[in-house]
């Protein structure tokens, strides 16, 4: 069988003020595109279609859409929630889903067989899909104790409550003539973040060994993590990345959607195809004279200068880069914390002293500054 590996859609996000709907357009017909030429039997979606808990009807229009067209191709289609998805309100979804034939689990059920979805492709391959949607640390909790499993101790990490659930959504993978599958949205320990994840739900507790996973998995389609990679696992472990870079951090990332041709007797042949129909993301640097010289790059722009701050300089460059969505004093210019800069005491000082230690202890000695917040102070005062 074939399978169609992609996640982080971020459908609604919205970049510095600037709107990306028109991107998602033309990246998910991309997928989609993707997807009438390669044919696959199965199309996974490993979470985050939408970038926040409560999508604009524009979003959610063309999330529906897209999960519609990748059905029309002929291929069986599952989509999961992520930490950006609100699950409550995708199960919501799920009456239309059914009824265009897409299999969509938003939020972890009391019932594990919800979970488990079986399947068979036209050429008689069968196949089995572990659809675990993302858990909080709080959620983990409480399905262990839904799904019966020992009691959940307050001692217990987030990693022995995933692989728990994991172990009871897997324990049929044992049918030497079938295809097993995982999906998830989660963080695995090793792997790479792309640049723009929501961190409180990457790092710390929220990461998981890929032993959770079990060997006899023939693939494991993962989201969460924006940068396409394999994960050294019991069996083949992959994030398929985001096919837009979704913030800046990502400029580097190769978007892509990750073909798997896998069957229950062969070991799984994988392939990455790039979605190129973003708008590229770029870093520039340089002096406020450098930038005047340079030829502005294509793409949405992120411009770090290299000279002190002074009130009208962030102007000047947006002329310069009238596609600039953040500009910003080179991060190499600041002052590094705790490089020995006095801290100003409080006891005793007026606010214009205090505000004139801030500006140096910043490297920003500019009088038009000053100006500005002595007549902004003057008008608190009255």
């Keep these: 069988m074939k399978i169609l590996h992609t996640s982080d859609w971020h459908v609604g996000k919205v970049l510095k003020g600037q709107s990306r709907a028109e991107e998602h357009k033309q990246v998910l017909a991309g997928v989609i595109e993707i997807a009438h030429a390669e044919r696959p039997d199965l199309v996974i979606v490993a979470g985050d279609l939408y970038d926040t808990a409560a999508p604009g009807p524009e979003a959610t229009r063309l999330v529906t859409r897209a999960l519609t067209a990748l059905r029309r191709t002929g291929a069986d289609v599952v989509a999961i929630g992520g930490n950006h998805d609100n699950g409550q309100a995708l199960d919501a979804l799920r009456p239309w889903a059914e009824a265009a034939g897409i299999v969509l689990r938003g939020a972890v059920r009391e019932n594990p067989a919800e979970h488990v979805i079986d399947g068979v492709t036209a050429e008689g391959e069968r196949w089995q899909l572990a659809a675990l949607p993302f858990l909080s640390q709080r959620y983990a909790v409480r399905a262990v104790e839904m799904y019966e499993l020992t009691a959940a101790e307050a001692t217990q990490t987030y990693a022995d409550h995933l692989g728990r659930v994991l172990a009871k959504l897997t324990e ?24 723009g994840e929501r961190d409180a739900h990457t790092v710390l507790g929220y990461a998981v060994p890929a032993s959770v996973f079990p060997g006899t998995a023939h693939y494991v389609a993962l989201g969460h993590l924006h940068r396409s990679q394999r994960v050294i696992g019991p069996c083949p472990v992959r994030y398929s990345g985001s096919p837009l870079a979704v913030d800046f951090g990502e400029q580097e990332n190769v978007c892509s ?35 005047a010289e340079a030829t502005p790059p294509e793409g949405w722009l992120r ?14 460059v947006q002329e310069l880069f009238p596609r600039a969505l953040e500009i910003r004093i080179d991060p ?39 100006d500005l917040f002595d007549e902004l102070l003057e008008e608190v005062e009255r």
């Design 172 to 195: 049929g993978f044992t049918e030497p003539d079938r295809v097993h599958l995982v999906t998830a949205h989660l963080t695995v320990v090793g792997a790479s973040t792309g640049g």
């Design 257 to 291: 959607v990750t073909l798997v041709e896998v069957s229950a007797t062969s070991a799984a042949r994988i392939r990455e195809v790039p979605v190129a129909a973003a708008v590229p993301l770029r870093t520039v640097r340089g002096t406020l004279a450098q930038l």
């Design 303 to 316: 411009v770090f200068v290299r000279e002190q701050p002074r009130a009208g300089l962030r102007e000047e």
């Design 332 to 370: 190499e210019l600041l002052p590094a914390p705790g490089s020995g800069t006095r801290v100003a005491q409080r006891a005793g000082r007026s606010p214009r002293e205090l505000f004139a230690d801030y500006l140096g202890s910043r490297g920003h000695d500019d009088d038009g500054v000053r």
